[in-house]
């Protein structure tokens, strides 16, 4: 089980920090990854970690702003989101892959959170 925090109404510019809580189960010894999906629009990659968070993999819309990261001892996943733009509003799902490797397709991944809400407003 995956469960996003985080989400909310923030300025062009601000700042938010999503965060995943992920049962042992659903994270264990595995890659975590971020997915967002915009109204109107296909899901898309957003950010990868492997399981000991020595790869990262960023889209390149969030390269330089965005930074994912790990805490395995809490099984959690972050995600700090800086220097927000409107383009960014969507809505942010966790996911486990299904190995422990870093992997930016979806099909990789055999579990999803809910998704949280992001709206960055002009």
């Known amino acids: 089980q995956l469960v996003e925090s985080g989400g909310g109404l923030v300025q062009a510019g601000g700042s938010l920090r999503l965060s995943c809580a992920a049962s042992?189960?659903?994270?264990?010894?595995?890659?975590m990854g971020w997915f967002r999906q915009a109204p109107g629009k296909e899901r898309e990659f957003v950010s990868a970690?492997?399981?000991?968070?020595?790869?990262?993999y960023y889209a390149e819309s969030v390269k330089g702003r965005f930074t994912i990261s790990r805490d395995n001892a809490k099984n959690a996943v972050y995600l700090q989101m800086d220097s927000l733009k409107p383009d960014d509003t969507a809505v942010y799902y966790c996911?486990?892959?299904?190995?422990?490797?870093?992997?930016?397709?979806?099909?990789?991944?055999?579990?999803w959170g809910q998704g949280t809400l992001v709206t960055v407003s002009s």
């Open positions: 996911a486990t892959a299904r190995g422990s490797t870093a992997v930016v397709v979806a099909s990789e991944y055999n579990y």
């Open positions: 042992r189960r659903t994270s264990s010894n595995n890659g």
């Open positions: 970690i492997s399981w000991r968070g020595g790869t990262t």
